[in-house]
């Protein structure tokens, strides 16, 4: 029984992770970060704080800018980052 | 397995200083007139490889230039033990004969158009490629370093696997492999476009930067023409729904597999590399034909990133597949080389990954059947863009 989601940090200074699993209702990333319930598989989620303004990082390069502060633990996508 | 062994792999040495992975007995057909023969002289030698693209006369400007690169690249290809070329009429072979004279490898030229009759033609092309199978027989393989091979690296069936999956694990193996000395090669512009600040960012020089740039822009110019607005409306609302929010963030699903290392230099198609590091070359999308480019540039083994399965692969260059789609793991299992789906589904890391896939392309580059070449696919194709005469 899976009681925390799997995830993959795609390069070592990324400050989001991809969930890998449909397990949207945990509320614990396997590494035992906490996380917001309900990100879908294949979406971001901040694994450190990312103030207004600051890039977010994925891959290892800058995929976009944070449009509001993101806790660590929040799902990023369109409507936090552009 | 020590470090040492791994860091080499048994390949035949080229007197141009080159690494075979493979000791190809080449039959070569230099234009469609003589496709039909070269298939029939290929039965001579049951191991031999027939390469018969359909190459055309009339071709103008670039077009003319291309497909002469690509017959240089496969002539010169550090796969091929010995090769057979079919000419049609005796100036042309005459032309070819001089070109590849010094091709430093078992060479014979056969014109057609000499012959009296197509069972004589046959005859003449049969004794012709026994005597160059007979010259190539026992070759032996000798330790080479890893660092020697240039790997050209190809996605395509891409879905949100090959983001995760497939594409980081062949750029952490790039990574090593660069990091070593070694060599790879990029292709199919359509997929930069909207990655523009990995280029300036990721280039080693600015010249380097603006020559790939510009190959870009004009691939984006070409869509614009066509009606396509790739920018516009990417990332697509579907896109978006599978957690993409950016069109870079997109983009770098495909680039994921060219690691981290900086562009050092950018080909036009089938060119060949100068010097080692990540090359771009500038191809269209379509995988036999990037594949192609990259293969007649000298690539020794291409890696090949999917999510659904992708049928293509490269006749001279054996190809390994790479796949991290569970479904598509199951389904094709006869066809893939690295099951890459343990990252979701397996706690797999991408170092684990990437040192099974270096273990496959050693064994590959050792003589081990890739899939690909198990099914025998894959085609030469050279792209055109103008009209024929």
């Not at chain 2, 030698?45 to 359909?54: E, Q």
């Not at chain 2, 497909?67 to 072979?93: C, F």
């Amino acid at each position: 029984m899976n009681t925390a989601r799997k995830f993959i940090r795609l390069a070592d200074r990324d400050n989001v992770a991809t969930l890998l699993d449909d397990l949207a209702h945990l509320e614990r990333l396997t590494d035992g970060m906490a996380l917001r319930p309900g990100i879908p598989f294949g979406h971001k989620v901040a694994v450190a704080d990312i103030a207004a303004g600051k890039p977010v990082l994925k891959y290892g390069v800058v995929i976009g800018h944070a449009t509001q502060d993101i806790p660590a633990g929040e799902h990023v996508h369109v409507h936090n980052c552009t | 397995m020590h470090a040492s062994d791994q860091d080499t792999f048994p390949g035949f040495r080229r007197s141009d200083g080159s690494v075979g992975v493979r000791n190809h007995l080449l039959v070569l057909s230099t234009v469609a007139l003589t496709n039909r023969l070269a298939e029939l002289v290929s039965r001579a030698a049951p191991g031999c490889l027939l390469i018969a693209p359909d190459f055309m006369r009339g071709l103008r400007g670039h077009d003319q230039l291309i497909q002469d690169r690509v017959l240089d690249g496969l002539v010169s290809h550090p796969n091929v033990g010995a090769v057979l070329v079919l000419a049609h009429d005796a100036a042309t072979g005459n032309a070819l004969r001089e070109r590849y004279r010094n091709a430093g490898r078992p060479f014979d030229l056969l014109v057609f158009m000499d012959a009296h009759g197509m069972a004589d033609a046959v005859e003449k092309g049969r004794a012709a490629l026994v005597r160059l199978a007979k010259a190539i027989e026992g070759a032996p393989r000798t330790p080479a370093p890893l660092s020697s091979l240039v790997v050209a690296l190809e996605c395509g069936g891409s879905d949100a696997s090959s983001a995760l999956c497939a594409n980081p694990v062949i750029g952490r193996f790039v990574d090593r492999h660069l990091a070593g000395g070694g060599t790879a090669i990029v292709s199919e512009t359509a997929e930069f476009i909207g990655a523009e600040p990995i280029i300036r960012s990721r280039s080693a020089t600015r010249f380097v930067t603006e020559q790939i740039l510009e190959r870009i822009s004009r691939t984006e110019k070409m869509m614009q023409e066509d009606g396509e607005d790739y920018r516009g409306i990417n990332p697509t609302p579907e896109n978006i729904a599978a957690g993409l929010t950016t069109l870079i963030e997109k983009s770098m699903g495909a680039i994921a597999k060219t690691g981290h290392a900086l562009f050092n230099g950018c080909l036009n198609f089938a060119e060949p590399p100068q010097g080692k590091g990540l090359h771009f070359m500038d191809t269209p999308f379509f995988s036999p034909v990037s594949m192609t480019g990259m293969a007649c540039a000298g690539a020794h083994l291409v890696l090949f990133g999917m999510g659904v399965f992708n049928p293509s692969g490269n006749p001279l260059a054996p190809t390994i597949k790479v796949c991290g789609n569970p479904e598509t793991v199951r389904r094709w299992a006869d066809s893939l080389d690295l099951d890459a789906s343990g990252i979701l589904t397996a706690d797999k890391t991408l170092d684990e990954m990437a040192d099974r896939l270096r273990d496959v392309v050693v064994q590959v580059a050792g003589g081990s059947q890739s899939r690909a070449e198990d099914w025998r696919e894959g085609q030469i194709i050279a792209p055109r863009s103008l009209p024929a005469l």
